[in-house]
């Protein structure tokens, strides 16, 4: 795979807004920190993780990225273009967004939502699956039977679980077929056989397609095992890019979660609750 600039940030600069009647000890008005302060990155194509402890930027730049957040100053270059200057529609086209717990009130039954994607994206409800062994040989069909949604075509996103809703999730992501993908922590409450099938897919699905995917997830292994790529965050907000051979060393890894690397092994049966507890107490 071309692995020359895809995503190109520069000299930005971001904070959140202060809350109103978030105070201080004293009384007075906290005001955030810069999230981002003069930050410049250059990210690949292909299949590239996240990885990092909670609040240490990875949503965040991936909300810049993709046109979701506007910086303060600087700019920013998805496959040539400035996502933030984009209108909705175009924004979308260039780069979808699947968020953790994103909430829905639709009473629509999920065969209905799946295909409404379909036939609106970039797709247009014509696309063919990425596998020639794939009965029928179209993508609704594939994404179907990999994220395994057959048994809730029939319901609405309502009455699904946690875990039934992040397949949704992925499915509307491909079915879409905006040039990028930002996925941040779409495997939560999945079954490990679930988030292999899952993370197979979506690396085979960059690959044929030229698709880029940037993901985060927690589970240490499945992004060695899977990422084209690693954007490594260290709580000082500095980062290393590289393969997860070259980034996901034991002393980075320690250097980045703050807690021993044995600790971080079966890293998915951590909370995040848990790992942030551990890294003050250091």
Known sequence: MDNTDFLEINDITFTYPA?????????????????????????????VSFVGQNGCGKTTLMLLASGRLT?????????????????????????????????FETEDKVSE?????????????SAKAINESTEGGDLLGEVIDV?????????????????????????????????????DE???????????????????YVHKTGTTI???????????????TVLLF???RDMALGTPEEVLTRDDVEKAYGVPYAMLKDHEN????????????K
């Open 19 to 47: 809350v109103e009647g978030d105070l201080d000890e004293n009384g007075k008005q906290i005001e955030p920190k810069p999230v981002f302060e003069h930050f410049s990155a250059k990210l690949p194509k292909g299949f």
């Open 71 to 103: 910086p303060q100053s600087g700019t920013v270059s998805l496959l040539g273009q400035n996502p933030a200057k984009l209108d909705d529609e175009q924004k979308n086209l260039l780069a979808s967004v699947i968020y953790q717990n994103m909430e």
């Open 113 to 125: 939502l799946l295909s409404y994607v379909y036939q609106n994206g970039a797709l247009k409800g």
């Open 147 to 183: 994220f395994e949604l057959k048994d809730v075509l029939d319901h609405a996103l309502t009455h699904l679980s946690k875990g039934e809703i992040q397949r949704v999730l992925l499915a509307f992501g491909i079915l879409y077929g905006s040039a990028s993908l930002f996925m």
């Open 186 to 204: 779409p495997l939560f409450a999945m079954e490990p056989h679930q988030k292999e099938a899952a993370l197979a897919y979506l690396k085979e």
């Open 214 to 228: 940037y993901i985060s997830m927690h589970e240490l292994d499945l992004t060695k095992k899977y990422a084209d």
């Open 234 to 236: 260290y709580p000082n």
């Open 270 to 281: 951590l909370s995040r609750e848990y790992l942030n507890s551990l890294s003050q107490k």
